[in-house]
């Protein structure tokens, strides 16, 4: 596994059924789910993206974990908003 500066990321609404607010981490992704993660992403609805410092990521991560459950019980977060509470882990 490659140790990267900075994990790409995408947080986008699946739009199928449930259509539930997800997270992938691009950089994370090894040979098998690549395909099928970025298919899941790109089929989705977009909402944000950016980059994480990779030392900054497990605290990103946890932040990320609860605006999606914010988003998934129905909270409006906007792009901007986002970007508001992510700028601090971001390259």
Known sequence: MFVHEKIMFEIYRETGYDQRYRVVFFTELDEHN??????????????????????ALTEAKHVIADLLDRLNRGENISSQALADALVVYQA
């Open 34 to 55: 690549k395909d099928e993660e970025i298919a899941r992403a790109i089929a989705g609805e977009h909402l944000y993206d950016g980059f994480i410092r990779d030392k």
